[in-house]
């Protein structure tokens, strides 16, 4: 039962910071479109942008500190693989108009169909990915 604590908690936080954004700043949670905002911020989204990033990194920085174990194993990969794995990730949200969070947690909350497409379209290919990896490849 305590090894689904720490997912769940994660989730109720998630869907907490999501509807807080929405409604005090009218804004929709998708990580990758706040994070690439803080590229070229429009006037005066700066600051808020700022606050959301840095509160997930300094969360997440957190947790590690405190409650280690939570995050097992770490995932051996080199390098390239993980700049391309980035590099993939950060075209398919481009692509999909958006990202797991923007589609899957607030998308799918408003009924929004586009992100009932999205959202299917990341799982079956986050499947056939770790298919393709672990049982065609063996791995990487």
Do not use: K
């Amino acid at each position: 039962m305590t090894q689904f604590l720490p997912p769940l908690l994660g989730g109720i936080l998630i869907g907490l910071a999501s509807s807080l954004l929405l409604l005090f700043n009218g804004r929709i949670a998708g990580i990758s479109g706040i994070a690439g905002g803080l590229l070229l911020p429009p006037r005066g989204e700066l600051a808020w942008r700022a606050a959301f990033v840095g509160g997930l990194v300094g969360g997440g920085l957190l947790l590690r500190a405190l409650f280690p174990q939570v995050f097992g194993a770490p995932v051996v990969t080199g390098a390239g693989l993980t700049v391309l794995a980035g590099l993939l990730v950060g075209f398919g949200t481009r692509l999909g108009n958006g990202c797991t969070s923007g589609h899957g947690v607030c998308g799918l909350a408003r009924g929004s169909l586009r992100s009932f497409v999205a959202t299917g379209t990341f799982m079956v290919t986050g499947a056939l990915t770790v298919f393709l990896v672990h049982h065609v490849l063996g791995g990487l």
